[in-house]
């Protein structure tokens, strides 16, 4: 049985006329799951008793289980249990613009970057679009308040699920489903070329972070090994492809690294990688974990590094560090709680 969550607006409108019913009762659902939030088909008082009847036997709206939160500061951690006993994790973050929540795609991943902690995990499935949307509506509902923008860049590479994603996107996105807009999702991939190029072709204003990490090929085999499928100069090339179609600002996301990618010729090439592309740097202090042994860059260097990329006329910025104590910030999220 499916999860209605899963279900787009037009898959449903779909459902309704392979059911010789009409389209608009797909708007009706989208009302009561995403608006008034009720918790059985029985709550849905407008539409007819047997099409409800239908919608029970074809359809859950089975929840996830949250099994553990941890708080810090401005951030929350929650622990998903899914259907299968499998777990992901999720990031909410609480900014003067508004709340935000990182989302997972994946249960493990197989990207393997060497820096992270998801991909220590190999990647057991891809998440259903339900247990993506689950991820918000169950979250929201626990602190009572509207998430206004979402970052795919929690457990998993979101491209490696595609069209999940996808489905995912035109749920949150629409005006009856939760109506986040376009422009505060984000999506972020490590490189995954075929589908940066397939991306440039989806109308909904969504936003594209590039995990780089390193500007040349040499240090990116070292540390990411999607880097041997895809060199740098095909992910510029179908970025370039992508700006060319979209015409919206691209993020690159560097990690930085002590004594691998944070020297000074370091900043230098990759200032000269990106000078010609509308896009913005957005420069992430390591965050150390137990299991990898990576070190983080001194603030002196991450200033040094930021005034060089600003002095080639780069748009840099530095992200806000979020939930290092609780193992939330960017690359600590794991699939479960234990030690694997």
Known sequence: MSNI?????????QYFLEHDSKKFHALQVFDWL??????????????????LENLENDFTMEPLKIVDVQEDVDVSKYLFELYDGEHIEAVLMRHDYGT??????????????????????????????????????????????????????????PFDNYDNLIRFFQIINHPKGLAIGARHITVSTCGIVPKILEFSNFPL?????????????????????????YKIEEVIDALKVYLSKTNRRLTFEYILLKDINDSEECAL??????????????????????????????????????DILKKNDINV??????????????????????EL
């Open 5 to 13: 969550y899963g279900y787009p607006l037009e898959e449903l409108e």
């Open 34 to 51: 995403y608006i008034k939030r009720v918790k059985s088909f029985s709550e849905m008082s407008n539409i007819k008793k047997e099409m």
């Open 100 to 157: 935000s929540i990182c989302v997972s795609s994946q249960v493990g991943c197989n990207m393997g970057c060497k820096f992270c902690e998801s991909g220590r995990r190999k990647k057991v499935r891809n998440l259903e679009t339900y247990e993506m949307v689950l991820q918000i509506l169950m979250i929201e509902e626990l602190i009572e308040t509207r998430i206004s923008h979402v970052v795919v860049m929690g457990i998993g590479e």
């Open 205 to 229: 204003q969504i936003n594209l972070a590039v995990s780089l990490h390193a500007p040349n090929n040499e240090i990116r085999d070292q540390i990411m090994p999607i880097n041997h499928a």
């Open 269 to 306: 090439e990759l200032a000269h990688l990106v000078k010609d592309l509308n896009c913005y740097i957005n420069l992430i202090p390591y965050n150390e974990t137990n299991n990898i042994d990576f070190k983080r860059t001194n603030t002196i260097q991450i200033m040094r590094f930021y």
């Open 317 to 338: 910025t530095i992200r806000r560090e979020f939930g290092g104590k609780i193992s939330a910030a960017c690359g600590q999220l794991r699939s479960k709680k234990e």
